[in-house]
């Protein structure tokens, strides 16, 4: 089914590589332009390499040879001011925003709750709560044509505890809050707001020498098919990581019009993880 969100204006943030690339790509495969930033920059307390300008780059190359157009910025999420003006921006060029993807965020180094270190934990607050508020509300002014997809990316641990990662599952927790408030609110507007929780995407949150290190600690030289047989074990399915595809296609859903009666939903895209016992 082919221009599931035709003529739709789509504003992605964390879209220079992973998740938020192939969101991107997806939503343009089917008629969407893309306003999309990333920071562009290392965030000290994810423990792993942040994305480049030469990233967001490329993925613009993509989204332009699926077919969209896209407006590019480099912008943090915790700085408002700076994603208002990457929207504005966006929005003069490509009109008003029916979509909105809340995908920016980082992970973190997995440490029992009481050895968190103070900065981490407020870190991981302002980019994966606070950076979510930011963007629904730099968006928002742009949401004129009577409706729209808000979609805020939490994951798995928004659901579910596990994995020594207390700030982490505290912050993607939050955002489910945020978006049942956010869905009441914005109803009356039709504009619909849901949340997904992915579970292991092979992307390089979890795809770096960092992590591999950090879950396999027993090994010299981890490689990340040694990572996915501990973290593996969180899926019910079979698969100890899902492809970044799936969850855009969830995404591609939840923005489409085949949702349109969905709000207030938190729909787990991660192989039976939340469900499992």
């Not at 956010?182 to 979890?206: C, D, F, K, Y």
Request: glycine residues 10%; contains cysteine.
């Amino acid at each position: 089914m082919a221009g599931r969100v035709a003529g739709k204006v789509a504003f992605i943030t964390g879209t220079a590589r992973g998740q938020g690339r192939e969101h991107a790509v997806r939503l343009a495969e089917e008629g969407a332009d893309i306003i999309g930033i990333d920071v562009c920059a290392d965030i000290d307390a994810a423990g792993y390499p942040g994305p480049s300008e030469a990233d967001l780059a490329d993925t613009a190359a993509l989204v332009e040879k699926a077919g969209g157009r896209m407006v590019t910025a480099t912008a943090d999420v915790r700085d408002l001011d700076a994603l208002r003006a990457a929207v504005d921006r966006g929005a003069a060029e490509l009109g008003a925003i029916d979509i909105v993807v809340a995908n920016a965020g980082i992970s973190a180094n997995p440490a029992p709750a009481a050895m968190i270190a103070e900065s981490d934990w407020q870190t991981m607050l302002d980019i994966n709560v606070t950076g979510v508020w930011h963007t629904v509300k730099a968006a928002l002014p742009h949401m004129t044509n009577g409706g729209g997809s808000i979609i805020l990316v939490s994951s798995m641990l928004g659901l579910r505890g596990g994995g020594y990662m207390a700030h982490y599952a505290s912050a993607k927790h939050a955002v489910v809050g945020l978006m049942n408030l956010l869905a009441n609110e914005l109803a009356p507007q039709w504009i619909r707001v849901n949340s997904i929780h992915p579970g292991n995407i092979l992307t390089p949150m979890i795809d770096n020498d960092h992590f591999r290190r950090t879950v396999r600690p027993d090994l010299a030289e981890p490689t990340m098919d040694d990572a996915l047989k501990v973290i593996g074990g969180f899926h019910m399915l079979p698969k100890p990581a899902i492809e970044a595809r799936a969850v855009s296609n969830a995404v591609l859903f939840l923005a489409s019009d085949e949702a349109q009666y969905i709000t207030g939903a938190a729909l787990p895209v991660d192989a039976g993880a939340v469900a499992k016992f």
